[in-house]
């Protein structure tokens, strides 16, 4: 689907060493398929009413200012949430706006489809994993 939007809760520029190489954006979805009960993020879930839309060309509109700290630190944008993984199409057209320049990152606990990480990795850089808990019952 071609410029579809997302709910993103919020973004914060010029991250240093926090969230993947060089300078980067933190761009949060909203949306999980987890409810950890100790979520940092919570209004990452529930009814989603703190959020705004972006379709990929809006929000690489304005992550660009950033371009050239991007180049210079071999940094980019880190997309996190929420759930980054539930995002695939969303990215991958983000992947097309900004070029093969900008490294993109994904903070992602893994719990989504097999099928949304193959869509996913040829298009990202680096995922930084957080894995909650292997016992399905927890
Ligand atoms: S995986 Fe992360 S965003 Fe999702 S509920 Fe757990 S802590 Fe919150």
Not at 44 to 61: A, K, Q, V
Request: one cysteine or more; proline letters at 7%; charged letters at 25%.
């Amino acid at each position: 689907m071609k410029n579809q939007k997302a709910r993103i809760i919020g973004t914060g520029r010029h991250r240093l060493s926090t969230d993947g190489d060089g300078v980067t954006t933190l761009v949060a979805f909203h949306g999980c398929p987890l409810d950890c009960r100790y979520c940092l993020n919570p209004q990452s879930l529930g009814d989603g009413s703190r959020f705004r839309e972006y379709s990929p060309e809006e929000l690489y509109d304005e992550c660009r200012i950033d371009e050239l700290y991007f180049i210079a630190t071999n940094g980019g944008v880190t997309f996190g949430g929420g759930e980054p993984c539930l995002r695939p199409e969303f990215i991958r057209e983000f992947r097309r706006y900004c070029g093969p320049a900008w490294q993109l990152n994904l903070e992602t606990s893994l719990n989504v489809p097999t099928v949304n990480l193959e869509a996913l990795l040829p298009v990202v850089d680096a995922l930084i994993i957080d894995i909650k808990d292997m016992n399905p019952d927890i």
